[in-house]
């Protein structure tokens, strides 16, 4: 099992910046996809963000292209997300996941960090 903690996070004005990080621990040589998830109030999760461990590949949700970046840092076990140009809309959750190479599904999940963007 993988175990995810989440730091970062916090209030923001609109057109800021912020970095949340998440901290991989266990069996993270099992570990193929990282991804950020997020859940605002009254609206389904959505996937942000991914990245694979072993290479260098990287997806980005539509409404972050651009704005959002995600990086690894496999010494400390540790992926990022800086957030940049945030908007109101931003303000969500955000949850960190891994996906184990021999399932399809997201089986470990981080305890979440709140981001709040105020315009």
């Known amino acids: 099992q993988v175990q995810l903690v989440e730091s970062g996070g916090g209030l923001v004005q609109a057109g800021g910046s912020l970095r949340v990080s998440c901290a991989a621990s266990?069996?993270?040589?099992?570990?193929?996809?990282i991804a950020w998830f997020r859940r605002a109030p009254g609206k389904e999760r959505e996937a942000v963000a991914t990245?694979?461990?072993?290479?260098?590949?990287?997806y980005y949700a539509e409404s972050v292209k651009g704005r959002f970046t995600i990086s690894k840092d496999l010494a400390k076990n540790t992926v990022n997300l800086q957030m940049n140009s945030l908007k109101p809309e931003d303000t969500a959750v955000y949850y960190c996941?891994?996906?184990?190479?021999?399932?399809?599904?997201?089986?470990?999940w981080g305890q979440g960090t709140q981001v709040t963007v105020h315009s």
């Open positions: 266990g069996r993270t040589f099992s570990i193929y996809t």
């Open positions: 990245i694979q461990w072993d290479d260098d590949s990287t």
């Open positions: 996941a891994a996906r184990d190479y021999r399932r399809t599904d997201f089986s470990s």
